[in-house]
């Protein structure tokens, strides 16, 4: 690896280029849309010295360690609310007490945090030092950097700062922060990024002898000069592929909706919740058990009562969906500069997140049920990742995802990153009927028979009958999840799809595949099925119950694609 975090009283052992990778001066900057026009040239290397943040990163490190310290809240609150009343002694002495301190300590941090942190861009290396309690130093060579995400927090932009964010390839954490530079610093940085990745793939390219290249790959790779040329006027032929208008994020906001997730965790609250909204509507004058008295409400009106309470709770909902929406994809571009892709969007904290083209390991299209009324579909590129993972999609640097865009841009989209990829024209070959039998005589035979028995020896009709509801539940959903689940192959691609009521559409190029694996157990072979999983730098991808013969071919030509093709894709 080419980063090495080490205590900051050791040296850091730096990885260097070898013979074969070029060495590239650090005083020729790559040419810029400034330089053509005679604008002066904006210098990335900072010297020897070791330079510190603009004072506004305090800001960012205390806003970041309260949301650290919040998130560790939240997953508390269960607990405090099973254990006692939060409601009553939110305003006690010993709250209030415990909650200024929290406050005081992690507004302290942030200025601890500004004054330990200290960067520099020396000999074509980020260097930082940084953390509290465990010193750090972080060592990241221009030429393995393989994405630069520009962010624009809202408290940046009235002082034109942004957070610069770079990651290398196998990498499933952001790897080097450089916290609060200058805008303009920030985009020069970028380029100077891109241009020494360009430098470090041309001297890889030397290096191949020219026998190990067909004539088909040889003339997919650019040469030196069409790279070069590419990388400095990235910025002058930026194409935008695609907008997302307030409409389509509305959409987006609705037929996506999270905001389940945060009334599942307010469910400790609810009867406090209830408890005051009571006591306020009976000084209104208006008494919930006398408008539910059978006396008092005809059943059909406190049906109507129950339904337009539903359905205002459903609205607000909707809203909050809708605002968190409007939130993140505000303003969303993606556009194509040179062989990246880049997305833009906020309507607070401006995103940028780059791409290359390259390290796309997969297309992932998907249509929930809403999606498929409304013929939305959200579209995902996915590079690498790494197990245990824990990163908001939508933050990721490792995915770029496309919001509610119509079925014929999702595939104009694919088109455009994997040429002739197809995900709804392809024949799929469905997995055996044997899955569903097998699920519901392997997983849920026992609890069936257990609750069955139960009911019947207890003469409890409606534990029988709720049994059988579940279970015929179970067998109808396993029934989708079976008609969806299958697989197709062609010259270029392997395609998979799968789903219950909603389709999920995934596209990958078979030489990007790090692993194949077949699994067959005893009963599968009697039957003559296999399962196949396939193992790619985002993640792995498995399709069971298939032919045995077809996975065996499938496996071939998957393993034959990735021997015989010398195509790099870092």
Known sequence: MSISETPSNQTPNVTRPSECEPHVNVSPQ??????????????VETGGEWLRLSLISILYFTIRNFTNTAQGVIYAVPALAISFNIWDNLLSPEVLIGAGVLFLSTSISGLVSYLMYKFRIH???????????????????????????????????????????????????????????????AEALKKQ???????????????????????????????????????????????????????????????????WIILGAAAPFYDDVFGLVSEWLADKGLQLNQLVGEQTVAWWQFGLYAFVIIMMLMALVALLSVGGALFT???????????????????????????????????TAKQDWLDKILKRVNLYFEQN??????????????????????????????????????LRGQEYQTISKRFITFWLLAGWTLPFAFFFTIGAVSSHLDIMLGTLAVISTVALLLTLRWWRW?????????????????????????????????????FMKRKKLATIKFVLASGAVTVPFLPEEYVNKLADCVLFEVESTRRSWM
């Open 193 to 259: 990024v891109l241009y020494e990745k360009a430098q470090h793939d041309e001297g890889d390219l030397d290096c191949l002898p020219d026998e190990a290249l067909s004539d088909e790959q040889s003339s997919s790779f650019p040469t030196p000069r069409t790279r070069a040329k590419a990388v400095a006027s990235s910025h002058s032929n930026e194409e935008v592929l695609n907008r997302r208008s307030v409409k389509d994020i509305i959409i987006h906001g609705i037929t996506n909706n999270r905001v």
């Open 486 to 522: 299958g697989i197709a192959f062609d010259d270029n691609y392997v395609y998979i799809r799968r789903g219950r009521v909603g389709v999920d559409y995934q596209c990958f190029e078979p030489y990007k595949v790090q692993q194949v694996i077949v699994k067959q157990s005893v």
């Open 329 to 363: 994809f505000y303003g969303y571009t993606l556009s194509r500069t040179g062989d990246r892709y880049i997305r833009r969007s906020g309507l607070l904290n401006k995103l940028e997140v780059s791409m290359r083209a390259s390290r796309i390991q997969m297309i």
């Open 123 to 185: 000999n074509q290396h980020v260097e930082i030092h940084h953390g509290v309690f465990q010193r750090r130093y972080t060592n990241l060579p221009l030429w393995r950097i393989q994405n630069v995400k520009i962010e624009r927090p809202f408290y940046y932009q009235p002082f034109g700062y942004a957070l610069v964010v770079l990651d290398t390839a196998g990498s499933g954490k952001e790897e080097a922060k450089i916290v609060a530079v200058p805008e303009d610093y």
């Open 385 to 422: 990742s790494t197990a245990g993972q824990q990163m908001q999609e939508l933050m990721s640097p490792n995915k770029l995802i496309v919001p509610s865009v119509t079925e014929d841009e999702a595939f104009a989209l694919s088109q455009e990153v994997m040429p002739g990829c197809d």
């Open 30 to 43: 790559p040419q810029t849309q400034g330089e053509c026009s005679g604008e002066p040239k904006l210098r």
